[in-house]
């Protein structure tokens, strides 16, 4: 029975210890891809960030925002050119793991709590 215990004891300290990886340094700057379903359709965005400013491609679009880190994980990205009101309000941005080349994170307007959730993989 003192087995027992101290074995459960053992599994628990283990699992209570394994933490998701989470370099975000390593995606503060480079080329990035994001897929999503949009009205039924897989579509791709490619974006490409430096420490202050990023660029979006979607559709044969071009829209650039700029950026403020919070910590190395998490930023605030505001439109630069915003081409309505939605467009104005700014996004908090936050890094929940990452991966080899790729990181999920969750992102949400600034002061709403609703949140969504996507993975983007880095290129370059």
């Known amino acids: 029975m003192k087995s027992l215990i101290i074995g459960a004891l053992a599994s628990l300290l283990l699992v209570s ?67 309505n009101m939605a467009e104005e309000k700014p996004l908090h941005m936050k890094i929940l793991t990452t991966d080899g080349n790729s990181y999920t994170f969750e992102f949400s307007v600034v002061g709403e709590d609703r949140k969504q959730k996507g993975t983007a993989k880095k290129i370059k």
């Not at 974006?47 to 190395?72: A, G, H, P, T």
């Open 17 to 83: 210890c394994f933490a998701p990886e989470r370099n975000c340094t390593k995606f503060k700057t480079g080329t990035f891809e994001f897929e999503s379903y949009l009205d039924g359709e897989m579509v791709k965005t490619t974006f490409v960030r430096n420490d202050s400013l990023e660029i979006d491609y979607f559709r044969n679009e071009v829209d650039s925002s700029s950026i403020r880190w919070i910590n190395d994980c998490e930023y605030i990205l505001t439109n630069l050119n915003p081409k």
